[in-house]
């Protein structure tokens, strides 16, 4: 049965979904539904496990039938940026997308992920970005915006750490040309004593019940940080956020994040101004159970 405000399923009922590998943990569907029926619109959100090698069929093939939009997670939003008939400049100007909206036919990509990160650490953390001296672990799609976000509000210095040594490389670079009076460095910081401002996990590392902690311990000790915020937010309590806690840092997970990339995707696609108690207790529902 739909839920109350939900009119039945029918050929004029708009579709919009996730595309992700993995996507099984993906909120989204739970916060947007509930978001369609406070406003009671005919529209349904799903979620689909889609393979890197599929993802410019799968774009090509809601545009065909008339999906409303898309949001994508890991592992799609910087190969979607050569997907799109057009991208919006705020896809242009953090380098990823995670929302597509489908308009006259056409795909046009944008980023709100971006202004859903520096929300959420305001929020959630308390955080004064501008001057602060931050950690970034990971540099794919959210990693990279939330780099080129972080520098844009100021930080005095980030460091940034990958497994891939060539994409930080090509971020400080980009950072440099854009933002160049925000140091950058490459991997940890040297000064193992100078406490960092805020610890941001950008990677998958903390998804998997069994996950380790997703930086080298030999070259970072958890008690030089402040506040450690996670993206992930399923388990609601990564092992990275357990440990920070037991260390008496600030944390957060990445719920924050996902309600404010999600409510703007919402406006983008609908047009309307989004519920946002509703999408936050729908996410609590979700989640926590409560």
């Known amino acids: 049965m739909p839920k109350s405000g939900q009119s039945e399923i029918n050929a004029a009922t708009r579709l919009c979904a996730v595309l992700g590998s993995p ?13 369609f029926a406070a406003l009671a619109l005919n529209w ?3 979620a689909f496990e889609v393979n890197p090698k599929n993802l410019r069929a799968a774009i090509e093939g ?6 409303a939009g898309l949001n994508l997670t890991v592992p799609h939003k910087l190969l979607a940026l050569e997907m799109v008939d057009e991208l919006d400049v705020s896809a242009k100007v953090w380098g990823a997308v995670n929302t597509i909206n489908f308009q006259n036919g056409r795909a046009i990509g944008f980023n709100t992920d971006a202004d859903g990160i520096a929300t959420s650490l305001r929020e959630d953390l308390k955080i004064k970005l501008r001057g602060a001296r931050v950690l970034l672990l990971g540099a794919g799609g959210a990693g990279r915006t939330a780099a080129l976000k972080l520098a844009s509000e100021g930080v005095s210095e980030l460091f940034l750490a990958n497994r891939t040594f060539s994409k930080i490389l090509e971020l400080q670079n980009e950072i440099a040309k ?36 997703p ?21 609601a309590e990564t092992r990275l956020l357990a440990a920070a ?18 409510a ?19 996410l609590g529902q979700n989640i926590y159970g409560h």
Not at 62 to 67: D, P, R, S
Request: aromatic share 10%; glycine share 8%; net charge positive.
């Open 23 to 35: 996507v099984a943990h993906s909120a989204s569907p739970a916060m947007h539904n509930a978001a």
């Open 44 to 46: 349904r959100y799903l």
């Open 62 to 67: 809601a545009k065909a039938m008339n999906f």
């Open 178 to 213: 854009k933002f160049p009076a925000v140091y950058v460095g490459l991997n940890y910081p040297k000064d193992s004593k100078a406490k960092i401002d805020l610890v941001l996990n950008a990677t998958s590392i903390g998804l998997k019940k069994n996950d380790g902690l």
């Open 215 to 235: 930086f080298d311990g030999n070259q970072f000790s958890q008690n030089q940080a402040r506040a450690v915020y996670d993206m992930i937010y399923r388990p």
């Open 245 to 262: 806690k037991k260390s008496g840092c600030k944390t957060a997970n990445g719920l924050g994040m996902l309600l404010h990339q999600g």
């Open 264 to 282: 703007k995707a919402f406006e983008i696609w609908t047009g309307k101004s989004a519920p946002l108690d509703v999408m936050r207790r729908a």
